[in-house]
Each structure stands twice: as C-alpha cells, then as structure tokens.
C-alpha cells in the first residue's frame, strides 16, 4: 500500500532528494530502505549528520550497504551559512 501511494509522487528528476535520519529510520524498520532507489529517479543525499545519528542506533551495516547504491550519496554537511540557517530553522520545535 505504501509503495503504491509513494509511486505516484513525482518529483523533479533534478532535483537532489535528502533525507532526515527518522524518515531512513522509518524504512530500515519497515525493511523498505532498499527499495527507495526503486520508487525514486533523483540523486538520494543523506548528509554526514544523518548517517552518524543512523550508526549509533546499531544500524551501521544496513546504511553502509544503502550508501553503496548508485543513486544515494554520502555528502559533509555543507559550511554555508545560509544552509546552517535553514538546518537550524527545520531542528527548531514547532511554535
């Protein structure tokens, strides 16, 4: 059911695809995480920040395995101000 519902989601193929530890976690429990290549076209960014908060809940070898596919990159989080703006803005509690 998921599957189908994600399949009809379409996504600008240029656009870069990056995901949060809880979304990848959701995956990894659901044993879906390799299927995500499969439903998206993009390029799959998980950022530094991410695949260490992904290792220390025991689930290194998984993430190393999905990082090995084609489509999905392990990239440092950017130096950029305006990106650490933007990464401290989606951290912040809702209001």
Do not use: W
Not at 18 to 27: G, K, M, N, S
Not at 49 to 73: G, L, M, S, T, W
Request: no cysteine; net charge negative.
């Amino acid at each position: 059911m998921i599957l189908t519902m994600i399949s009809i989601i379409m996504i600008d193929p240029e656009k870069k695809v990056i995901f949060d530890a809880d979304v990848l976690i959701h995956f990894i429990k659901g044993e879906l995480l390799f299927s995500i290549p499969r439903i998206l076209d993009n390029e799959l960014i998980i950022l530094d920040k991410v695949y260490n908060e992904i290792i220390h809940r025991n689930q290194k070898n998984i993430i190393d395995r999905f990082v090995e596919q084609p489509k999905v990159k392990l990239i440092d989080f950017p130096d950029r101000e305006d990106y650490i703006k933007e990464y401290a803005h989606l951290m912040s509690p809702m209001i």
